[in-house]
């Protein structure tokens, strides 16, 4: 059953570390997002990319947040350093899109981050 | 803005009754998703129409789409106490932003037994 796996479900840290968080795409897709969940702000999206490129990242903040894909089975999101305002929800999608289609996201079960 | 807006942001209804939830936006669109969210857990996809459909079922869904209004309806019929979730649309705009999928507040449906 080929689902999309994000590490780690839950996190607690302090402000000023740093906190990487793991995707692990489903096998065959070439999307890969990288959302964030809080009751103020809603469903954001912070990145995607397409064949492991980087295609929009203006959700993002640049000082602190990063995102990439080493490999096509691998996509990181890593904040330095964390603040409490980064706590929420942060899911990973994957997808399939070319020739002007993008079909149905498949959603991890989401990192949970909390900021102290 | 390539985002499409749900609503209601709330809807209340009794077990057996029908939800119809609407998703309004502001783009030429390729297709155009619904997605439901449990509580505590990751969205689920649950219907895909083509700009060049007007309607599609999938088991108690129906998804309706008028590319002229710029809007989409999605009917729950025979709503159960297990379709209690937050429902979300999302447009693939294409051109420079296809592909770029986003949210926006969802519907939050809560069927009562």
């Known amino acids: 059953d080929a689902r999309v796996t994000q590490t780690p479900r839950h996190k607690v840290t302090e402000m000023g570390q740093e906190v990487t968080m793991r995707c692990q795409p489903i096998l065959g897709h070439n999307t890969v997002f990288w959302y964030r969940q809080t009751m103020m702000q809603g469903l954001e999206l912070l990145a995607y990319f397409r064949n492991r490129a980087p295609l929009d990242d203006s959700g993002m903040p640049k000082d602190r947040f990063s995102a990439e894909m080493p490999d096509a089975t691998l996509a990181t999101l890593k904040i330095q350093p964390s603040e409490p305002r980064d706590s929420a929800v942060y899911f990973c999608a994957s997808g399939w899109s070319g020739q002007g289609f993008t079909g149905e996201l498949f959603f991890g079960e989401g990192s949970r981050l909390t900021v102290l | 803005s390539q985002q499409g807006e749900e609503d209601p942001q709330a809807l209340s209804i009794q077990e057996g009754e029908n939800a119809t939830m609407n998703c309004s936006y502001k783009?030429?669109?390729?297709?155009l998703q619904w997605y439901r969210q449990n509580s505590g857990r990751g969205l689920v996809h649950l219907i895909l129409i083509r700009s060049n459909e007007r309607e599609k079922h999938s088991g108690r869904l129906r998804v309706t789409l008028d590319t002229s209004k710029k809007s989409s309806s999605l009917l729950i019929t025979a709503s159960r106490a297990a379709d209690t979730a937050s429902y979300f649309c999302?447009?693939?705009?294409?051109?420079?932003?296809?592909?770029?999928?986003?949210f926006g507040q969802g519907t939050i449906l809560t069927v009562h037994p």
């Open positions: 999302t447009l693939n705009a294409g051109g420079t932003s296809y592909g770029k999928l986003t």
């Open positions: 783009t030429s669109i390729n297709n």
